[in-house]
């Protein structure tokens, strides 16, 4: 498995955590931020082992067109943040809503 040109290490808790997924899933050393998962050795069996980790860790709901789409850790990273930033935002629009409808009354 070979690794991108140049190693881009993690910023973000997404991206730390992503690289310390696909490490233990592709059994490497080391995954920089902008290593294609299916350079590197995945492939779609490891895609959905992934998917149900990301899910449960993230609380998100990733599908597996997602990993054929996002196949490295940033834009994977930026994806989960996205979905994440939804999820965190969806209880605030149904309070909103519900304040509305009894504004109305």
């Given at each position: 498995?070979?690794?991108?040109r140049?190693?881009?290490?993690?910023?973000?808790?997404t991206?730390?955590?992503?690289?310390?997924?696909?490490?233990?899933?592709?059994?490497?050393?080391?995954?920089?931020?902008?290593?294609?998962?299916?350079?590197?050795?995945?492939?779609?069996?490891?895609?959905?082992?992934?998917?149900?980790?990301?899910?449960?860790?993230?609380?998100?709901?990733?599908?597996?067109?997602?990993?054929?789409?996002?196949?490295?850790?940033?834009?994977?990273?930026r994806?989960?943040?996205?979905?994440?930033?939804?999820?965190?935002q969806?209880?605030?629009?149904?309070?909103?809503?519900?304040?509305?409808?009894?504004?109305?009354w």
């Amino acid at each position: 498995a070979q690794l991108a040109r140049q190693h881009v290490a993690p910023v973000t808790d997404t991206e730390h955590t992503l690289c310390a997924i696909w490490q233990s899933l592709l059994k490497l050393d080391r995954v920089g931020i902008d290593d294609h998962f299916f350079e590197i050795g995945g492939h779609s069996l490891l895609g959905a082992r992934m998917l149900t980790t990301l899910n449960e860790r993230f609380g998100i709901t990733l599908h597996l067109k997602d990993i054929f789409e996002l196949r490295t850790v940033r834009e994977l990273s930026r994806h989960i943040d996205f979905l994440d930033t939804l999820r965190r935002q969806e209880p605030v629009a149904q309070t909103s809503a519900i304040h509305q409808e009894e504004a109305e009354w």
